[in-house]
């Protein structure tokens, strides 16, 4: 009888993942949060290859400010974030995925003063979620809140969260059913927050409690988004910082383990599969590493399956197909590597000034932007390298594609388009 109540359970829980899943997507149109639907930079669409103002392009909406949030798809909304370059007010635009027209230009927050922010980042680079019928918006420490998508209104907020940032925020909010999480890994101060999502409430706040060995906050900042995992019937929340990640419990914020991987200012988004973590740790020694996630306490020693030190990327997320790694450096050097331990196949150095959005990947073909404008076009090929074609827009990308259906979205630093198929 107990196994039986075990296996409805179990079978009740899977089928609400999937349920969850399936509204996540909404057949390939939603692309809810930083890196879509799974977390992991992969579309189910088919957008187009070749695009640039006059081609293939349905509509072009020029965005006021500087943000470099990226773009979030709901139903026939799309949503960003935008700041001045001085950070007084912090804004969220929702434009309409077909036409492009704007449909609400919420004012969120208003500052008497802010703090440094380096030129190469914005007050507004932290990628909101969104679901049916609520977006969750986070402009670092100063302020988290959530609005209705039907009518552009605050529904919480949340201002008492302190932090200097000191070159400006970066982290990604991540929800599942109940909970909002994000970190704020400062100069100051470094922690993970879990927020009920449906009344900004705290559910848990832990410190990071990291042997950083040293006094420079400096070298304690990262720029990190959670990954929530399920591995051997354990869910995780998988945290990047500087020279720690992280494994929380989601429910109780307790630590399940965390790895030493050194470095700072840690970005990319980490991966999961093949039974492994993959993360990346900013400028640290092990750039990359692959963890297997079933360990307790300390698993520096014991649960690193494979290192890499060169060529990853330090602010561009990776992608995993299949049985590869996918990705694109900061030098703008594409590779790709084998998932089980970490081997080169082939490395390519792309034409563009710099990259730091994180490439994206629909119907075998990947998606790479850099600062520059160039837009690259690239097969999910693990033999070799194939280009499939090389697009250039006026003004570069910070901001990570994002992909609805089979249109593609683009974020320059002057303005979203939309491109599609003639």
Known sequence: ??????????????????????????????????????????????????????????????????????????????????????????????????????????????????????????????????????????????????????????????????????RGPGASPVVDDKALYVAFDGYDRQFVVALDKKTGDTIWTKDRNIDYGTDNGDRKKAYGTATLIEHKGVRQLISPSAVETISYEPRTGNVIWRVRHGGMNAAARPLFGHGLVYITAGSGPLSMIAVRPDGKGDVTSTHIQWSLGRGVPKRPSQLLVDDHLFMVNDGGVASCLTAKDGETIWQKRLKGVEFRSSPVLAAGRIYTASTDGMLHVFAANAKEFQSLATNELPAGCQASPAISGDILIVRTTEAVYAFAKD
Request: proline share 5%; glycine share 10%; with cysteine.
């Open 1 to 166: 009888m107990r196994f039986q109540r075990l296996l409805r359970q179990l079978c009740f829980l899977l089928a609400t993942c999937s349920a969850a899943a399936a509204r996540a997507d909404d057949n390939g149109h939603n692309w809810p949060q930083f890196r879509g639907p799974r977390g992991n930079g992969s579309a189910t669409g088919n957008p187009p290859s070749e695009f640039g103002e006059g081609k293939n392009m349905l509509w072009k909406r020029p965005v006021g400010g500087k943000g470099w949030s990226s773009p979030v798809v709901w139903g026939e909304q799309v949503w960003i974030t935008t700041a001045p370059a001085d950070g007084l007010k912090m804004y969220a635009i929702c434009l309409d995925r077909k036409t492009g027209d704007v449909v609400h230009d919420s004012l969120v927050f208003e500052n008497e003063k802010v703090r440094f922010c380096h030129p190469t980042n914005s007050f507004a680079s932290c990628t909101p979620v969104i679901e049916e019928g609520r977006i969750y918006l986070h402009f670092g420490s100063y302020g988290t809140a959530c609005l209705s998508t039907d009518t552009g209104e605050v529904i919480w907020k949340r201002r008492d969260f302190v932090c200097n940032h000191w």
